[in-house]
């Protein structure tokens, strides 16, 4: 016996349709999932890390910026890089060591001077950043990470 073309039809059309459904909720829940994935989380250290302070760019901070050189001493502690220091004003044992993250943005004539006097005297803004590897001092000093703002001659 054969189906009248009409019935035929109807029921092609409710697999196609089922089937187009099917796939469509397929797709949907596969670039859910894709989508969904965890977001790292920020290290608690370093230069990627959260930030714990920031510096404005109207306060200038004064302060010191000088080139840490390997040398032959025991004294490894984050060689080859740029240093800032800043003492707080109301505070002569406040002694506050930043390590530069960011050394590209220092500009080349700050950097020609340090080759030069080894000390130079700038005002400087940024975020400063947990150091990972941390080291013991006195209470009034600090070490810290900076991804600097900004930077000029004083």
């Known amino acids: 016996m054969l189906m009248p073309i009409t019935k035929y039809k109807k029921t092609n059309n409710k697999k196609r349709s089922l089937i187009t459904t099917i796939f469509c909720l397929s797709f949907a829940l596969l670039l859910t999932l894709i989508s969904c994935k ?21 306060s200038k901070l004064n302060g010191q910026i000088s080139f840490k050189k390997h040398s032959n001493s025991n004294d490894t502690y984050y060689t080859d890089k740029y240093w ?19 050394e590209n943005s220092i500009p080349s004539n700050i950097k020609t001077l340090i080759n030069t006097n080894g000390i130079v005297n700038i005002k400087f803004s940024g975020n400063l950043k947990n150091i990972c590897n941390k080291t013991f001092d006195v209470a009034d000093v600090t070490y810290q990470r900076i991804i600097l703002t900004k930077i000029e001659l004083q």
């Open 38 to 58: 965890e977001e790292e989380p920020l290290p608690d250290c370093g230069c990627n890390s959260e930030t714990i302070k920031v510096i404005p760019e109207n």
């Open 84 to 102: 800032i220091g800043f003492v707080e004003p109301n505070c002569s044992n406040c002694i506050h060591h930043m390590i530069v993250c960011n």
